[in-house]
């Protein structure tokens, strides 16, 4: 921590990172920011994690793109090992705004009008703002005149969405993560707060400290186990199986809330049959727990006054993601634990800002606030609001746009503050696509690993740099202010995105992200009740918000739902096996994730000091007794294998890791981990299986 008195002024803001949304204030000197402290803000009570508190000079690396670069000619498109980001000019040469504007819109306009609207696609970013968020998609549904827009939610929480929006008809949370604190007990199943949500995790912890039993359900041990009532480790992928078997337990033995269920649900009785087979002893040798552990945790969560429930990626990064969320909503809906104080649903959102991404629409099938495209009632009222007509077919998601582009559908590609060259499932299948666009424009920080496949790659905004709101994983809408202005040629994203909207034909006159966000207040009306004004007043709101003058609501969904029927609806799930599995060859779990120190695809914290110093190298991390079989030590190499591809990295133990899995984080290009996952989809939510592939290890001597 620095000394305040170094610092010649201080500005609020928001966290960059994830989804808790911390509330921040950037202490400057001289137009840098010289140290971060945590603020009063409703999510974080003045608490950061290392993240937040030192991974905030990344704007600052020697690698920032301080100008629009323009491919030079002859140079081949993709990851060449002796590029230097931070010395762009040898593959690509500076040119004025001007230059780059016009001949980015140039090939995307030249597409369009060539081969029509389905032959560009743009994927925007949940590391933006919400004002960034719905002038990107606007500018596709627009512009492009198609609905191929879509962002990281594909990769994260896509098939929770799909199943809350279908169950219960909303796709946010029911209820703040800081209710866990009135909950009697709460589930936390297929996540890791302590690294994923570190200062979320803080809430869960001083909750358990203070009587709230939590129950912990996941296959590899976390830290958090050490303050759970119950740890239930599973066998990767039965996630189905157990919810069914929890399911069981409660119907079975009267569990369940009638009263509740009439009032509020329609398909309890098809669920009670559905889940009448599937006793604990029947599901338990798949599940890998023991009959009476399930029916000891059905009955802790069941007879508890007050219950939650918290999930993350070991959920919904499924084939069967959809279902597992499915299976978790039945739960809640069983019990009566939704709507009041100390209860509900809570799928912990990753990035900053992905909850409000997705509300802006940045969704291929919906416009802002999950309105289908399909619908046109709907959609001519986002006609009239664009004054302009809308395609009424949906888009393609993330990996349908790769697979597209291999068959030569997609041939352009506008991509805002996303890293698919690193996040997308199959590398090499991803990266092939990305080298056969005709033409890609990228409009980032830095020239990451999918700007070395870019045409043209406009500078943009750090978070620091720009004022804008963001939503985080309470529903709670935040003013994030700049405090260093912008280096160099670089600009804010609104004004880039506007500038090639202009250049496409469209009539646009923003003139700050207050123009926009006003304007996003007509199409969406999750935002009624909170205005910029407002929210530079209070510094949060929660949505939904039934005043001017009065709080949003914290907890939702008490007397009806937002369904056609205002009931909630349960869904029966069928167990099915990952799409992968592992076999005499292939025997060993893969799964991947992220790390406390390193955010997501790693191009910012990677170039933050204090993290990557913590954390510089790439590693996997498997049980004690499975390295010491391969016959090596931590820290030595080792290689890892799919059906579609090899990295080699560092080998770290972990006692909590269960025998036959690995985890390898997917930040590091060097050993990139999504070289060797699964591309398979799950059906509803388009998600891919980044939670299961069979691999196999072997030690090399030679990394
Ligand atoms: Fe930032 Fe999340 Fe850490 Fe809070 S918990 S400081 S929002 S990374």
């Not at 963001?470 to 529903?475: E, G, I, L, M, S």
Request: hydrophobic share 40%.
């Amino acid at each position: 921590r620095g000394d305040s008195a170094c610092a010649d002024r201080k500005v609020d803001s928001v966290c960059p990172y994830c989804g808790v949304g911390c509330q921040l204030t950037y202490h400057v000197k001289q137009d840098r920011i010289v140290f971060v402290e945590g603020r009063n803000g409703p999510s974080n009570e003045n608490r950061l994690c290392v993240k937040g508190r030192f991974g905030f000079d990344y704007p600052n690396h020697p690698s920032r793109l301080t100008v629009p670069l323009i491919r030079r000619e002859g140079v081949p498109k993709g990851l060449d090992p002796d590029f230097d980001p931070a010395k762009p000019f040898s593959h690509f040469r500076a040119a004025s705004w001007d230059e780059a504007l016009d001949l980015a819109a140039a090939g995307l306009r030249r597409l369009r009008d060539t081969h029509g609207p389905d032959a560009l696609a743009g994927f925007g970013s949940a590391k933006c703002s919400n004002e960034e968020a719905w002038l990107f998609q606007k500018l596709v549904r627009t512009g492009f005149r198609s609905n191929h827009v879509d962002h990281c939610t594909r990769l994260c929480h896509a098939s929770s969405v799909a199943a809350l929006i279908e169950c219960i008809g909303s796709g946010a949370v029911t209820a703040s993560f800081m209710q866990a604190q009135q909950a009697d007990v709460v589930i936390l199943t297929g996540c890791n707060p302590t690294v994923n949500h570190p200062v979320a995790a803080t809430y869960f912890k001083q909750a358990a400290k203070r009587g709230t039993k939590l129950i912990v359900l996941d296959p590899r041990g976390i830290t958090m186990g050490a303050y759970a009532h119950r740890m239930v480790r599973f066998t990767p992928g039965s996630d189905v199986s157990l919810f069914n078997a929890m399911l069981n337990v409660i119907v079975t033995e009267q569990l369940y809330d009638e009263d509740y269920i009439a009032a509020h649900t329609e398909g309890f009785e098809a669920l009670k049959a559905h889940v009448a087979p599937m006793t604990p002893e029947a599901m338990s040798p798949a599940c890998g727990v023991a009959a009476e552990e399930i029916r000891d945790i059905a009955r802790l969560y069941a007879k508890a006054e007050r219950a939650m429930i918290f999930w993350g990626m070991g959920i919904s990064q499924h084939t069967h993601g959809t279902d597992n969320a499915r299976g978790l909503i039945s739960l809640a809906l069983a019990t009566g634990h939704i709507g009041r104080p100390g209860t509900g649903l809570h799928p912990l959102r990753g990035q900053n800002n992905v909850q409000g991404a997705s509300d802006a629409g940045l969704i291929p099938m919906v416009f802002p606030d999950y309105q289908p495209v399909g619908n046109a009632q709907i959609r001519a009222a986002f006609e009239e609001l664009w004054n302009t007509p809308l395609h009424d077919k949906p888009g393609l998601t993330v990996v349908e746009i790769m697979h597209a582009i291999h068959a030569g559908t997609i041939r352009g590609m506008y991509i805002q503050g996303e890293n698919p060259a690193m996040s997308d499932p199959d590398l090499a299948h991803a990266r092939g696509a990305l080298a056969m666009l005709e033409h890609l424009v990228v409009q980032d920080l830095f020239v990451t690993e999918t700007a070395q496949f870019a045409d043209v790659i406009l500078p943009a905004s750090a978070w620091a740099e720009k004022d804008g709101t963001v939503t985080n994983t309470n529903r709670q809408v935040q003013m994030g202010r700049a405090a260093v202005p912008l280096p160099g040629d670089a600009r804010p994203d609104w004004w880039i995105i506007q500038e090639i909207a202009r250049r496409l034909g469209l009539d646009w006159h923003y003139t700050h992200p207050r123009d926009v966000f006003a304007e996003m207040k007509r199409g969406m009306h999750s935002l009624d009740h909170i205005s910029w004004e407002r929210l530079d007043a209070e510094q949060s709101v929660t949505y939904p918000c039934p005043a001017d003058d009065a709080p949003g609501l914290d907890v939702v969904f008490g007397d009806r739902f937002p369904t056609a029927s205002g009931r909630a609806r349960f869904r029966p799930t069928v167990p099915l096996p990952p799409d992968e599995p592992i076999d005499d060859a292939w025997p060993t779990v893969l799964i991947t994730g992220r790390q406390l120190e390193h955010w997501h695809t790693g191009s910012m914290t990677r170039r933050a000091a204090v993290l990557d110093a913590l954390e510089p190298a790439a590693v996997a991390t498997l049980a004690p007794g499975e390295l010491a079989r391969l016959g090596l030590e931590p820290g030595e190499p080792l290689a890892i294998e799919t059906r579609r591809g090899s990295i080699t990295l560092t080998a770290r133990t972990d006692p909590l890791m269960p025998e036959g899995m690995v985890f390898v984080p997917f930040c590091y290009v060097e050993a990139a981990a999504n070289m060797l996952t699964n591309p398979a989809l799950d059906p509803y939510g388009k998600i891919p299986e980044f939670k299961y592939a069979a691999c196999r290890l072997s030690a090399c001597k030679s990394a």
